[in-house]
């Protein structure tokens, strides 16, 4: 069977197949077993393998056998990465995948039917045109784009190849945050008027490093990609990445668009805010390199070193306020230093939102809703309850099988609001003050300083093209 015949298989087999739910926590393995098979089966590569991306390995072997997804590649620009990843996915699920370090190795093999890209923000938009052109769906991390034109490309490519785009906004498949949300669609907290996005993690130093020259293993000028040439420096690469313009947005566009995405869902708000002001920077690091505290190894299997001097770009604190056409605000906070916490019990990492009626307040997987000045929550998820239910690889997989995009709770055009957010945050902050957005061009009013900040020069042949 040819491969378009199989994936026509696979979409008539679901729409054929009589009393199975589509829904966020994704088809039991029950109903599978009955449409499953060799011919239903739904290849996957992932795109980037480290960190983040060994949560996709383990997130697509544990669809093996509810949803018959077998990952069948791996890619990353770094090959001393493949095997521990080979290890993890053999382990797993029995399959052997192909390695490549060029992803466009992968988007050739005809047997791919998706691909998951968890590569650094500015390689998202150009991975996933490509891999649209190649007939891949696509899932991909968050932030959807590394910039706003980016992100309207994506737009434009999923819906011309008719491809399914899922933005790893994984919230929004979680069962408790889903209520959360429609508890406040309900008008349970009166008419809502602000929401909160809380950004709470505190950093160490990043530090200094000189250039040098990259491993063998790693492929660097391909992992440049479209950002600009520069020397290699392990300050900027593996992980480092997030804090410098070329590649990253910052913990405003790390974990912002986490909390972003839920502020404006949960504020109902499917359109972009007429302004934005964000100010903030990079407070609590020495200035002076001449200490030199012993590094200690953080997340992203790198080190950090106190309040030493740091080549960090993007700020470690911002705040950010943006308002809608009705005048209603989504408020960001980005705090990367020590900190009071928010909320009743305390939050790091969350959103508060602000009724007529009420308040309430999401904290990873529980939420809790307040009328007016009571202390004691109305309603909210079960104590104890942290856990999360709701599978948001699994969602996209149901999509792919419903061949509907209005199956995915994270489709594109969502991902590419609430990553706007962060965007327009970030180029408030680089401009130094106040703008005007007009959301139906995407451009900013009469600024031609700021328009510069919503695309970027592309380094040649790593062009997202005008026309995808």
């Not at 069977?1 to 298989?9: E, G, K, L, V, Y």
């Not at 938009?125 to 891949?136: D, E, M, N, Y």
């Not at 359109?271 to 953080?298: L, N």
């Not at 997340?299 to 604190?317: I, L, M, R």
């Amino acid at each position: 069977m040819s491969t378009s015949n199989r994936r026509d298989f696979i979409k008539q087999s679901m729409i054929g197949t009589a009393g199975l739910t589509i829904g966020g926590m994704g088809f039991s393995a029950k109903s599978y077993a009955a449409i499953s098979g060799a011919n239903d089966r739904i290849n996957v590569a992932v795109i980037g393998i480290r960190n983040q991306g060994t949560v996709h390995l383990n997130s697509w072997c544990g669809l093996k056998d509810s949803h018959n997804v077998q990952i069948r590649a791996l890619c990353d620009t770094d090959e001393q990465l493949f095997a521990p990843a080979l290890k993890l996915v053999e382990q797993k699920s029995g399959a052997k995948p192909t390695t490549h370090w060029d992803l466009r190795a992968v988007l050739d093999q005809k047997e791919i039917d998706a691909v998951s890209i968890v590569t650094p923000n500015h390689w998202h938009a150009l991975a996933t045109v490509w891999a649209c052109q190649a007939g891949k769906h696509v899932y991909v991390e968050k932030p959807a784009s590394h910039n706003i034109w980016e992100g309207r490309k994506m737009i434009e490519a999923a819906r011309k190849y008719q491809r399914r785009m899922q933005v790893g906004l994984n919230n929004r498949s979680a069962r408790n945050v889903r209520d959360a949300i429609a508890f406040l669609h309900s008008g349970s907290i009166g008419e809502l008027y602000m929401a909160r996005a809380l950004c709470f993690k505190a950093r160490d130093s990043y530090g200094l490093a000189k250039d040098g020259t990259p491993p063998a293993a790693f492929h660097y000028d391909q992992w440049l990609g479209p950002a600009p040439q520069r020397p290699y420096n392990e300050k900027r690469s593996h992980y480092n990445w997030h804090w410098y313009w070329d590649t990253g947005n910052g913990d405003t566009g790390n974990t912002g668009p986490h909390q972003l995405d839920l502020a404006r869902w949960g504020m109902a708000k499917n359109d972009h805010p007429v302004s934005v002001y964000s100010a903030g920077g990079i407070y609590g690091f020495r200035q002076d390199d001449s200490v030199k505290t012993p590094g200690t190894k953080v997340y992203g299997g790198v080190e950090t070193y106190g309040h030493d001097k740091t080549a960090q770009e993007t700020p470690n604190t911002q705040t950010a306020v943006y308002t809608y056409g009705d005048g209603k605000l989504i408020e960001l906070e980005t705090r990367g230093r020590y900190t009071n916490h928010e909320g009743s019990k305390g939050q790091e990492v969350g959103n508060l939102f602000y009724g007529t009626d009420g308040w309430l307040e999401i904290s990873g997987n529980t939420w809790k809703a307040f009328h007016k000045r009571g202390k004691e929550p109305i309603a909210g998820s079960k104590d104890g309850e942290t856990e999360r239910v709701g599978n948001h690889w699994a969602n996209f997989i149901d999509a792919l099988r419903s061949g509907k995009d209005e199956t995915l709770h994270a489709d594109i055009v969502e991902g590419h609001l609430s990553t706007s957010l962060c965007h327009l945050a970030n180029i408030s902050y680089r401009v130094g003050r106040s703008l005007k957005f007009s959301g139906k061009d995407e451009k900013f009013l009469k600024d031609a300083e700021a328009d510069a900040h919503l695309t970027r020069v592309y380094r040649k042949p790593y062009v997202v093209p005008e026309k995808v």
